[in-house]
């Protein structure tokens, strides 16, 4: 579904991506992990051509991205769907109006128009939230606005640049449920980058190791969720008490 081939990217004469090579499968859950300055959002953002390589190849289904016009790459692009830490939504714009958007730019039909924003809030369970602002909202509850705007064009990929990097555990859990779904229900490819070990195990089938701006490794894993159990106060003086060596206040 995804292949870069020799792929670097060069900022002066720096390389932050170092000629990489990978394929990633339809229907994977994959993950990028590595220390802060790897490459890894670098490395993503070249999947859907927000940065563009200085030399090699990308391929999203079938179509080789760094050939395209940009006429053509705003159309390929609207099969691949991106979410980001900070969420990006438009402070200034309702949930239904930040969903409603993506659509408008790929000039859904007007008629449509209603029911696919509707549909796509109602997968992320925001259907009564239509009317609220951003700043209304939890992180958690950004994040799905943010996962219904990236899934209303109906893409393949799913392009996650640290998805849950702002959320508390339980919410994290909750968010990686919902791309768990969007994965399932829908056949979408997911690729997560993130910092955050639990993440990549919890969800991911395969995940590559970045460093230096190259892949080290790229492991297969068995995904267990390790996050999202529990969000009740007992929970949280277990964990902070688990290791030992911590004595109630
Ligand atoms: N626009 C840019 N101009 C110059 N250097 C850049 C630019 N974007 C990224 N870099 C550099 O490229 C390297 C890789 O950055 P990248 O953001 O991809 O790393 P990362 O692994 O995602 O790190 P983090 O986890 O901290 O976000 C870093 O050294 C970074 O400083």
Do not use: W
Not at 4 to 23: G, Q
Not at 41 to 69: A, C
Not at 114 to 128: A, M, S, T
Request: aromatic share 6%; net charge negative; proline share 3%.
């Amino acid at each position: 579904m995804i292949k870069l081939h020799n792929v670097t990217k060069k900022y002066a004469h720096f390389r932050a991506i170092n000629s990489v090579t990978l394929e990633i499968e339809e229907g994977e859950i994959y993950g990028i992990i590595g220390a802060s300055g790897a490459g890894k959002s670098t490395l993503l953002r070249i999947m859907n051509l927000l940065e563009n390589p200085d030399e090699g190849e990308v391929v999203v289904n079938g179509q080789v991205l760094t050939n395209l016009t940009s006429k053509h790459l705003r159309e390929a692009r609207k099969s691949i769907g991106m979410i980001f830490q900070h969420f990006n939504l438009v402070a200034n714009k309702t949930v239904f109006e930040n969903v409603a958007v993506s659509l408008e730019l790929a000039r859904f039909p007007k008629e449509d128009l209603r029911n696919r924003v509707v549909e796509c809030l109602q997968f992320v369970g925001l259907e009564n939230f239509i009317s609220k602002y951003p700043a209304q909202l939890s992180g958690g509850q950004k994040q799905r606005v943010a996962i219904a705007r990236a899934l209303a064009n109906n893409p393949q990929v799913l392009l996650c640049d640290e998805p849950t990097s702002s959320l508390d555990p339980h919410t994290t859990g909750e968010i990686l449920d919902v791309l768990e779904k969007v994965n399932q229900r829908f056949g979408v490819t997911i690729v997560i980058v993130s910092h955050e070990m639990d993440v990549i195990k919890s969800i991911c089938n395969r995940a590559t190791v970045m460093a230096d701006g190259a892949i080290y490794d790229t492991i297969s894993i068995e995904p267990k969720r390790m996050l999202g159990t529990d969000d009740s106060p007992k929970y949280f003086v277990e964990q902070l008490t688990k290791d030992g060596g911590v004595d109630h206040a």
